[in-house]
Every structure is written in C-alpha cells, then in structure tokens.
C-alpha cells in the first residue's frame, strides 16, 4: 500500500513537470519522424560532436548533466520533455528531434534516456553507437546501468565520461584500455583504498592505448588458461494465422570468454562456414584472412567480448521449433471471449524446449481472464492488459494449453484488432542455423587452455499472429 | 560512495563553508574526498563555481587522480572566472614537460578546453612540443587540441603554424595519430568551406586507406567521412578505393559501415555499368543494410531514413530484402513508419501479394498512425503497380465494411488517388463509399469524398443531394473543403445544367459574397465569370482531360537525391533535406555532388552552361541546379512559357537564363492584371498553361496529390495575387518529382512576391 502511494505520487509530480513544460514550449512544435522545421544549425559556433549528455530517468527527471565545452542550459531538454509526453511508450520517443539550435539524439537504456546535445552536422548514428557504448561501460563497470547505481558513483561516471570523449573526439572506448586508467569500484578495493590511500586512477599509460592491437593489454597472466565461446542464436519471425512462416531470419552472435596468459594468436573456423554470408566483427578479426580462408583468426582481447555477430538471412530455410494453435475471439454480445492457446514442437532438431514464455497484449476492453493452464502459470495486469503465461519446459507427450474465457467491458464494440502472441523460447546445445564451430587453435605461446563451445537457440522477435 | 547519492538529496547552502574548509585541509585523503564532492554536485547541475580558488588550489599535486578531477572541475567554471583561471597556467605548462606521458597528455587536452582567451596565449609553446613529442598518445591528444584552439582563435593557430603541422601528421607511423589528425582538419576545414586544408591527393588518399585498417573504430569513421570528400581521377582508382573501403562493411560499428556505404555510393556513380565489379559490390551493399536492422531501434531509425535514400537512388541493391523490412508488432512507432515507406518503395509485380497482405494485417493494429499511414500504403501500391489495382481496391473495400472510422476515412482518400490514375475502371465503388457520407468528419477526407461526387456527378443520381447536405454548413467547414465543394458543384451543374442551377447560385453567393478567405473568394469569381461569359469555354476548362498522377509519388528530386547521398549518415541524410536548409548562414555549406560516371561520353553539365542536355537517360541525374531559387525559376518558366512538352527531359540549362527575368518583371505585369479584375486572368494564363488549367480548376487545394509530401503554406492570404500564386502553384503539380523540393522554397517565394 505505501509503495502504492508512493508510485502514484511520483506520477503527480511528473505530470505536473510535464505540464508546465509544454506551456512555455508551446511555439516549437517538435515533429515526429520527417520533421518540416529541424532546428537551424549554427555553424559559426563550432564544433563539438557531442555538446553535452543528460541522463534522464523514465519519469523524465534529470539526475545527471555532462558538458563537455560550453554548459547548455538544461531546458533544451524541455523539447525532449515534450516529445517523451507526446509518446505513448517510452520507446517511442523518436532519436532524434530538432530544436532551435540544437539536435538532440537520444537512446533508451534500461529505463534511462542518454540525450546527447549535437550543435552541428554530425553522423547521428556516431553519436547513438557512442551512447550505446557509454551505457555498456557503465552496466561493466557498475553491474547495471540504472539511475541508482549512477548516482552512487557520480564521480567515476564522470571520470569515464571525459576519458571517453575529447572535445567531440572518443578517445578511449575499449573497457580494457578504461579500466586500466579508472579501476572499477569494487567493495574489497574501496575498503584497501581507505587503508591505504591509494586512488583509483590508473597512473600508468594503458599499454594498448597505442600498439596496433589497442584492444589487448600487455603481461597479461593467469594460472588456469582457459578460452571460452557462446555461439547464440536468436530466430526473429512472424508467423501468420494460419500458422505459416511470413518472415524468419537468424540473428547470431559469438561471443568470448577468454582467459589467456601472453600474447596469444587464435584461428576459429567452422564446418560449415559458407552458412555465414553477412557478417560483422570484433576489430580484432583478421579480414583477409576470412575473405580468404573463411577462418577467424585474431588476438583475442582480454576478458568476454563479442567475437563476431551473423545473421542468416530471410532468403535460407529457418526451422520454427514450434507451432501455436491458438483461437481468441471475443463476442459482439455478452461482453465476454475465448481464449485457447496450445504449443507444440515442430522442428526441434530432437532437443527440448525449455523457457517458454508466451505473452499477449490484449485489447483494452479486456477487463478480466478466467483461464486454465495444463503446464506453467499465468498472470494478467489489468492495468497494462498483459497476459503472461510461463510454461517452462516443454513436454511433448502432453501439450501446454491455456484456455478459458475473457471477461470484457460491456457495451462497448468488440475490439478490431487480433492480440499478437510474443514467444520466448530456449533450444540448449543447439544452433538453429546448423552452425558448428571445427576447432580453434593457438599460435604464439606454448601453454595449453581449456577450450568450449557452447550452443544455444533463443527466440528473438518471435510473434505469431492470430 | 555513498556519500555522493546523500549529497544529492541533501546538498544545503551550508555544506559550501564545510567544503571549503575541507578542501584546504592539509590532509591530502580530505582534500581529496573533499573535491570529490565538488565535482558530484556539478554533475547532477549545482553551482560550486564559488569554490574556484579553493579548488584550483588543490592543483599542484603528485597524485594523479586528484589532478584530474580539478582539471575536471576548471573545464567547467574555467570560462566564469577568467582571472581565476590564470592561477592554473603555471600548473598546465610545468605537467607539460612531465616525464609521464599521460600527464603531458592530460595538460594538454584540458588547457585546450578552457575557453580562456587570456590562457590560450600560454598554450601555444606547450602545444608546439606536444605535437612532435615521441609518445604517440601525447601527438593524438595535441591533434585534437589544435581544432579546438582554432575554433578559440583561428587567427593564432594559423599564425603558429599549426596546420601545416598538422598536415605532417597526416603521414604519421602511428594509424591513431593520423585518424586524430584528419578528424581535426576535417573540424577546421568545415569552417574555411573554400581553404585547400585536406588536400587529397593520390599519395594522401593511399595513407588513409592505410590508416583505415589499423585505427580505431571511431578514426574509421573520420577518415571514411573524409575519403568521401576525394574525388578519383578515373574509374581505375575508383575501383580501387572502393576493393580497400569494402572490409569495412563487415565492422560491428554500424556507423563505420554506413559511413563505407557513403564511400561505396559515391565512388560507385564512377564505375561504369556493364563492369563486373559493379555488379559484384551492388551484392555486396546488401547484407550490411539488411544487418542495421537487427540493431537497436535508435540505429534501425536513422539506418532506415538513409535505405530510403539509398533505395530511391539505386532500387536494385534491396529488391530481395523486401521480407526484413515487415514490421513487427513491438517495433517502435517511428521504425514502423519508416519499415512501411521503404515497403511500398520496393513494392513490384513480384512482391505484390505479399506485401498487401502484410498491409492488410498492419490495418488492423491498435496504434493509429500506423494504420492510417498503412492504408494510404495500399492507395499507393495501387498506384505503383497496375496489376495489383484491382485487389488493392478491394482490399479497401473490405477495410471500409470494418467501419473503423478512420480506417474509412484514410481509404476514401486513397480511393480518391486511385479514381485519378485509372479512370473509368473502378467507378463501380462509388455506391460503398456513399454509404459512409455521413461518417466523414476530417477535411481531406470530405474533400476527397465531394471530389469523387463532383468528377462522377453524372453516375450518382442524388449527386446534388450529396452536395447539398454539405453546403449546410458551409461557413464551418475548412477551406479546403471549401473549395473542393465549389468546384464539384460547379463540375455538377455543368453535366446536369437543368436540375442544378438554384446550387450553383447559391454556392457561388455563399463563396465570393459571404466568405472572408480570398482564396475561396477569387475562385467563385473565375468560376462566375467563366460561367457567365462563356458556359461552353467553362466546360472545357473545368471539365478538362486531367493528366494522369504519376505512379512514384513524394520521390526526392533527383539533384537532392544525389547531395543526399554524399550526405549519407548525417543528419541530413535524416531529414531528407540538403544541409543548406537548416544551417544558419551559408558558410561552411558546400553543395556535394556525385562524380560523372567516366567511360561514358556525356560531359557534366556546370550550372553556367547554356548547351541543352540532349538525350539523358532516366538514372542520369540532370545538371546540378545551384539554389532553390533557380529552381523555382526553372519550373516557373516551364510553365509560363510556350508549352514543355518534354516535362521528363527535366529542367534543362538554358532556361535557366531568362527565368529570373520572368520570375521580376513578368510576375509583376501579371500580378498587375490581377488586381485589376480577376476575369482577365484566366485569359493570360490560358495560353501557356492549357490542359494545366483544367487541373487546376478541378483539383482545388491539395485534393490532387496522392501523398502528403507536399503542404500548403498556410501564411499565403490577403493579397489578391496570392491567386495567381495559387495557380502557379498547382500548375507546378504536373511536375510531381520537383514538389518535395518545392515545400522548402514556395512559402519564400510567396512571400517575395507580396512583399514587391
């Protein structure tokens, strides 16, 4: 109850900021998408790429300002405000919106907006990848990227934040490279800090800063070596009433734990390497080399990284691992629908699904469900009419269905739109893709490591129409 | 750290004495602690600028951390305290000369960010040294700082000598240092739009691509934004840089790659067609497209408004990756608009069904921009692909029964589109949209239903009761209904004469005697006039054989479509708009153009150039046009003069002579006339315009246009020769590629022309 009360009070509050901006901002329309007006650019003041940066949380407070030249007062955000209240979600607050004299760009990251003020023609896209960066440094360096966990370390973030960028230029990006001139805080090292009095400020020059493998550090040592890969896959798809495949594709991603004493040099290839036609890698990746030999051979960075991401495209056959037979209706009369949903397996590879999570956005007029389920739990919120159902593993000797009857708004026209089902799923030790790494082997130091690969199927943007 | 969230709640007036005190303790860890402090409250947005002395005090020390976050802390205030600030410089040039190179480093980059201008003349020798010091870090880090002190006083750096400088690093050992050096030059060069500082050459453009590989992701990028400004000599060394940027499309860094594609794009126009390698890297642009959009949604954004470009300019790379464009349910807003735009571009006979199968679903969605722009997508691919009319028709129908009603409403003003580019075939509808008169309450949507009655008058045989329940409330509805409900009345009495006469009195009394809006006022007296005048002349003229709506609609104009591309990744590229039109001034804004394809014999047109373009095929890209007011010259002239007959030929250079000629004095005689009485105006106009004409008079505001790339300025009123402008307008519309162009300039021109 308290904690009720508490959220309902911060709704006030954001309301009432909300409101006040939108008066004193009424003349600036900000345009959704293809805007008719974009701010004007000034060019006589040049040029810094990223202006300033404010951290906004999803109430649409600012809890932290970063400027690297000249302060720009905080109501530019007033634009930001008042397209964040024209969106429906958080999420759909547009990228990038003009104002007079501004641009600001902007991601959302675990419940945070990074805005970036831009004061002239820049690659948008530079500015989103590096606030993307800054978000990933912090969730490495803190644990999470959230409003609290910011605030608790005001101080790193702004160190990090003018290690990362020189009057517009990035300069150290590469959590190596930062983490060896602002230590991470850790518990242990803020109790021998305290002792000792030492800092937390590298003093040395970060020995990859320069060398033409920036992302590797020197004299690394560790008593057990051991190298580490994760070759993931996620199915994006949609499938359509009937139950046929409108769209798939394969989103995969590699990615590293590598814990290797020196300097080693590793070559990676693959049974069937010809599977992978688009491809992007880690900067480590030798290019020619897979251009040539279709082997990845690098030296690793030190530490997990993503090694390379694929992506099979829509053109090659993608197995669905299940089907859904499902049948929701809702009732021009009685204020009342049905609700049966049943899941299968069907191209499984003869692995077990596990993890699966079926959720539905039912319409609005929903007020209630009254469902069964034979395997997993339920549960709907009235309030944001999300249904969701967790099945957990699958058994396929007996399906999991969920069905029973939805209670509506009476009086009012039954819904047009047909709720999509979102599913999430899990396939272990398999690559849908048909994916399998050959052998890795190492080339510069005379040490043997513990070597793995491990496969797992996930869904990703996995829908199913009804 | 703990301390910093309490401060954050709990920051008070008081607390500034206790950090004073704190910050001149003697012991180093409180001292420490204590600027700590300092710089927390600074980053939630606290003023601590009153601490300045007590902080810079803090400066000279050994320990680096505590070093750091006062240079942390005189960035910030440095500019409020000027004199202050002075205190530091001893500090700055002594870590200079530090035997630790991230120290030196350190000095250097923070002295460079204190806009002093009284430190700026300290910084000089320190910077001199830094910049040929023998650690690497030291040189990027001084690299970057001469763009910054440029940007403080241009003057002084180029009397040190620092560009040239510079330029030497530019062939740098270390590939960071050159990435630095180039970003820098790029930064100065943008603001001397005409200075010869990034002189690219064949030797200089060889250690770039060098450079490419070794650097870092972000030094890619400045060096591929730099690569696009060169030039090649010939389609040889074209290829060439294309073979070396093409790795690069494979970096997980999506601006790396979309800053590849700028290169590739460009460099490609010089590659001759039937070459194999242009084949080969058209396959190539594909699979990195297609992979910005299994990015976040922030990057699949800005990646999207760029494939709109890159699709419009060369459709064949992305023909086959209709599928990824499908928009899922949870996509946010902004990339399902955009998914479906890119939709209805690669729409083609061979996608078709699919594709309107996907619309159809989209149709039915919760989100309400969606499912208007979706059905308006199906309008359009009516439009665009002819085989498919039939079923896009009645898929709209089916959308009608739904009733939603604006769903309905969106559908009528698609069917409107589809009535104007296959006449005579699907009239058979009309009886369903009836049905749902009354539902109709936004403007486009009346307006489109009353044009659809007034064109087709003689098929609905309650047609005058139709329009007479509209001219009700006349007074209410908006202009554009306004107007649209005057000429289909007009159109109405001029097929059934007998039964309407008591109408079309009324609604021409209602518009020029009861109407305050000139617009609707200088329409009923053409109309009245015409009437009055010459009833077979009206028929001709307002009956007239309209052109048919071209199929591609609210595509760029093609001069825009290539500055864009070579604006690839930029905002620009975002807006769809050429940077001229949202940078304040002209400087630093340099028209970009693609390169002539060699190997072919056609010469680049330069826009002094009096010889006619003879024979340009239709991807060629017409002479470059050099502002927008030549522009609307152009299009001006074809209209008011002698009757262009070749409009697909474009605009073509000797027009572009007397255009401003007409645009001064030729306007001005017109406008004259118009003031006088408003019936002489359709005679002048009669002549050059013709067919045009009978478009004007019957599409009325707006109606005509499939799409809403084109707006009305809404400021245009008062003057009675805004009618004229009215009917320059809409005589433009023929022209449908120039129109987006058009948006941006006509509100101007308007405004010249009154103001005369």
């Avoid at chain 1, 020059?205 to 993931?232: C, H």
């Amino acid at each position: 109850m308290v904690l009720f009360i508490i959220r309902f009070h911060c709704t006030f509050i954001c309301i009432f900021i909300l409101s006040k901006i939108n008066l004193h901002t009424a003349p600036h329309p900000v345009v959704l998408g293809c805007a008719p007006a974009p701010g004007t650019l000034n060019y006589t003041r040049i040029n810094t790429m990223i202006h300033s940066l404010f951290l906004i949380n999803s109430t649409a407070d600012i809890f932290l300002e970063k400027h690297w030249k000249s302060v720009v007062s905080r109501s530019v955000c007033d634009y930001f405000f008042e397209a964040f209240s024209k969106a429906s979600d958080p999420e759909n607050v547009p990228p990038v919106i003009p104002t007079p004299h501004h641009y600001l760009i902007s991601i959302f990251w675990e419940k945070t907006f990074f805005v970036a003020v831009i004061q002239n023609e820049v690659s948008p896209l530079f500015v989103i990848e590096f606030l993307h960066r800054v978000a990933e440094t912090f969730q490495d360096y803190f644990g999470e990227c959230s409003e609290t966990s910011i605030k608790d370390n005001l101080v790193i973030v702004y160190e990090l934040l003018e290690e990362m960028l020189d009057n517009g230029f990035p300069l150290a990006t590469e959590s190596n490279i930062l983490k060896e001139l602002i230590r991470p805080p850790t518990i242990l090292r803020s109790v021998v800090n305290t002792i000792t009095g030492s800092s937390n400020v590298g003093n040395m020059l970060p020995s990859g800063q320069l060398s033409s493998i920036p992302w590797r550090r020197a004299g690394v040592k560790y008593s057990n070596n051991e190298a580490y890969f994760d070759v993931i896959e996620e199915i994006d798809a949609i499938i359509d009433k009937s139950g046929s495949t409108v769209f798939a594709e394969i989103q995969g991603v590699i990615d590293a734990c590598i814990k290797l004493t020196g300097m080693p040099d590793l070559t990676l290839s693959f049974m069937n390497p010809r599977l992978l036609d688009d491809v992007s890698f880690h900067p480590c990746v030798r290019f020619k080399r897979w251009e040539s030999e279709r082997v990845l051979s690098f030296i690793p960075p030190d530490g997990t990284f993503r090694l390379m991401s694929y992506h099979v495209s829509s053109q090659n056959l993608v197995a669905i691992p299940v089907y859904v037979k499902h049948n929701i209706s809702f009732r021009e009369s009685g204020a009342s629908g049905r609700f049966d949903v049943t899941i299968g397996p069907k191209q499984t590879m003869g692995k077990t699904v596990e993890g699966i999570v079926v959720t539905v956005h039912l319409p609005k007029v929903v007020l209630n469900t009254d469902l069964t389920s034979t395997h997993g739990n339920y549960t709907f919120d009235p309030v944001t009419k999300i249904l969701v159902w967790d099945i957990g593993k699958m058994n396929p000797q007996k399906l999991p269905n969920l069905k029973g009857t939805l209670s509506m708004q009476s009086g009012v026209p039954k819904p047009e739109e047909n709720p999509s089902l979102n599913i999430q799923l899990r396939i272990q030790q398999l690559a849908i893709s048909g994916l399998k790494v050959n052998r890795l082997d190492m080339y510069g130091e005379k040490y043997k490591p513990f070597k793995g690969v491990k496969y797992v199927t996930k869904a990703g943007k996995f829908q199913v129409r009804t | 750290m703990n301390y910093a969230f309490r401060l954050f709640v709990t920051f008070s007036a008081g607390e500034i004495f206790e950090l004073k005190a704190e910050l001149n303790s003697d012991k180093k860890e409180k001292k420490k602690e204590a600027v700590k402090k300092v710089i927390a409250s600074m980053t939630v947005g606290k003023d601590v600028s009153a601490l300045f002395p007590d902080v810079v005090n803090c400066m000279q020390t050994d320990n680096l951390e505590l070093k750091k976050l006062v240079y942390l802390y005189l960035m910030n205030y440095a500019k409020s305290q000027p004199d202050m600030a002075i205190m530091a410089v001893n500090t700055f040039v002594k870590d200079c000369e530090d035997p630790n190179p991230l120290i030196r480093a350190l000095a250097v980059r923070t002295m460079g960010c204190i806009r002093v201008d009284k430190i700026t003349e300290y910084l000089c020798e320190p910077l001199r040294k830094c910049l040929k010091d023998e650690d690497p870090y030291v040189r990027k880090t001084a690299a970057v700082c001469v763009a910054k002190l440029h940007d403080i006083n241009a003057q002084l750096v180029e009397d040190q000598g620092f560009l040239d400088t510079l330029k030497d690093l530019i062939s740098d050992s270390n590939p960071m240092v050159v990435a630095n050096a180039v970003a820098a030059l790029s930064e100065i060069a943008e603001s001397h739009p005409n200075s010869n500082l990034l002189d690219l050459n064949p030797q200089s453009i060889n250690k770039l691509l060098t450079a490419l590989n070794e650097c870092t992701e972000w030094g890619q990028i400045f060096i591929l934004d730099c690569l696009a400004n060169y030039t090649p000599r010939d389609d040889r060394e074209s290829q060439s840089i294309c073979e070396r940027v093409t790795p690069r499309l494979s970096h997980a860094n999506s601006a790396v790659v979309l800053s590849a594609v700028k290169v590739l794009m460009k460099f490609m126009e010089m590659l001759p067609k039937d070459l194999d390698y242009y084949g080969m890297l058209l396959k190539k642009l594909a699979p990195p497209l297609v992979t910005l959009l299994s990015a976040e949604p922030e990057l699949q954004y800005v990646a999207l408004r760029n494939i709109n470009l890159i699709v419009q300019k060369r459709p064949e790379i992305l023909k086959h990756e209709m599928k990824v464009f499908f928009v899922k349910y949870n996509d946010p807003i902004y990339v399902k608009l955009e998914k479906l735009d890119i939709m209805i571009r690669l729409a083609s006979q061979a996608n078709i069904a699919q594709v309107l199968a996907e619309l159809k679903e989209y149709a039915t969605e919760v989100d309400v921009d969606f499912v208007r722009k979706a059905v308006r997508a199906i309008g359009r691919c009516a439009i665009k692909v002819e085989q498919s009319a039939e079923r896009c028709v009645s898929t709209l129908l089916d959308l009608i029964q739904t009733k939603v009603n604006y769903v309905v409403q969106e559908a009528i003003v698609v069917i409107k589109d589809i009535f104007r580019k296959y006449p005579n075939k699907y009239e058979s509808v009309i009886a369903t949209l009836c049905e749902n008169l009354d539902s109709l309450d936004e403007p486009e949507a009346r307006a489109a239903m009353i044009w659809i009655v007034g064109e087709y008058a003689e098929r609905i045989d309650n047609a005058d009761e139709l329009l007479e329940s509209f001219l009700e409330g006349f007074h209410d509805e908006s202009t554009q209904v306004q107007l649209q409900l005057l000429t289909a009345i007009v159109k109405l009495f001029l097929k059934k004469p007998t039964e309407t006469q008591e109408l079309v009195q009324q609604v021409l009394s209602l518009a020029t005697q009861d109407s305050d809006n000139p617009d609707l006022r200088d329409r009923g007296y053409i109309y009245w006039r015409l009437l009055s005048t010459d009833p077979v002349a009206a028929k001709e003229v307002v009956l007239a054989e309209k052109p048919l709506i071209s199929e591609e609609t609210d595509l760029i104009e093609p001069t825009l479509l290539d500055e864009l591309i070579c604006h690839i990744g930029t905002l620009a590229s975002v807006y769809h708009k050429p940077p001229s039109a949202f940078v304040e001034g002209s400087r630093g804004v340099q028209h970009k153009r693609l390169p002539p394809r060699t190997g072919s014999n056609e010469s680049v047109e330069s826009p002094e150039s009096t010889q006619p373009v003879v024979g340009q095929s239709a991807d060629q890209p017409p002479a470059v046009i050099p502002s927008q007011g030549d522009l609307l010259g152009d299009l001006l002239n074809l209209d008011l003069g002698p009757p262009a007959s070749t409009v697909s030929s474009g605009p073509t250079s000797t027009m572009q002579m007397g255009a401003m000629d007409l645009l001064g004095g030729g306007l001005d005689s017109l406008i004259g006339t118009s003031f006088g009485s408003p019936a002489v105006m359709p005679a002048s106009l009669n002549a050059p315009v013709g067919g045009g004409l009978g478009d004007l008079f019957d599409l009325g505001s707006n109606v005509g246009i499939p799409c809403g790339s084109y707006v009305e300025p809404k400021t245009v009123s008062k003057y009675p020769a805004q009618c004229l402008l009215f009917s320059l307008r809409f005589s433009l519309l023929k022209y449908q590629p120039f129109i987006s162009y058009l948006t941006i300039s006509s509100s101007q021109v308007c405004c010249g022309i009154c103001e005369e």
